[in-house]
């Protein structure tokens, strides 16, 4: 157990809809990650958060927004859903705001019909 | 920008050791490795900070050698346990960027 919480653990959902997926980072944790993997495609980075604030952005797409709350929970938004959204979402956590080792969730599975 | 590992996939006998290669088209500060196994979330081996350096985590042990821009990741006696898919990361502004990984198959 890496201590990172992450929910849902897996969700359907249909074309255009939108969902919320949220992270709970270890304990004293302050940098939040989101990576997506999908098939073949490795861990993709989306975004990363230190202490409430984005620090790094990677090929995020415009649909999808995310955000660190005061308690350093993070949320990833995903709207318009495409059949091509479906993916495991990561979450991970580290102490620093460079990246170090990193803890990660467990994973959201998201399924787009 | 994304690191390019090699090889994509092996497979071994238990007892054989195995090298996994990691380079980058652009400078390295540091180098991560991971290993996900099947159904699991990735869990951190070891980060390499500086040129030419080796670090070893039980039988798997890494070197980073900072002029070729390269990163070799060493199985040796690989047993069962070791299967999964092994990523490599790199720093770039401080973005950690992952390659696509290397699927490691050991069989008895």
């Known amino acids: 157990d890496s201590g990172v919480t992450q929910t849902p653990k897996h969700l359907i959902t249909a074309t255009g809809q939108r969902v919320t997926l949220r992270c709970s980072p270890r304990?004293?944790?302050?940098?939040v990650y989101w990576y997506q993997q999908s098939l073949d495609q490795g861990l993709q980075f989306l975004i990363q958060?230190?202490?409430?604030?984005?620090?790094a952005k990677g090929n995020i797409l415009e649909r999808f927004s995310a955000q660190q709350f005061p308690d350093l929970h993070s949320e990833l938004n995903l709207s318009s859903l495409e059949l091509g959204d479906s993916a495991l979402y990561f979450c991970?956590?580290?102490?620093?705001?460079?990246?170090?080792?990193?803890?990660f969730g467990e994973g959201s599975r998201l399924t787009v019909l | 920008q994304q690191p390019v590992q090699s090889p994509q996939a092996v497979i071994l006998r238990e007892g054989e050791d195995a090298v996994i290669n990691c380079s980058s088209s652009?400078?390295?500060?540091?180098v991560h490795w991971y290993r996900q196994k099947h159904g699991e979330a990735p869990v951190f081996l070891m980060i390499?900070?500086?040129?030419?350096e080796q670090k070893g985590h039980d039988k798997i042990s890494a070197s980073f050698n900072e002029k070729k821009q390269q990163s070799s990741l060493y199985l040796t006696a690989s047993q069962l346990s070791y299967s999964g898919t092994y990523f490599c990361?790199?720093?770039?502004?401080?973005?950690?960027?992952f390659g696509k990984g290397t699927k490691l198959t050991v069989n008895p």
């Open positions: 304990s004293g944790d302050l940098s």
């Open positions: 390499l900070l500086k040129g030419g």
């Open positions: 958060y230190y202490n409430g604030e984005e620090r």
């Open positions: 990361g790199t720093e770039y502004t401080e973005k950690l960027v």
């Open positions: 991970a956590s580290s102490f620093r705001v460079t990246p170090g080792e990193l803890f």
């Open positions: 652009k400078a390295l500060y540091s």
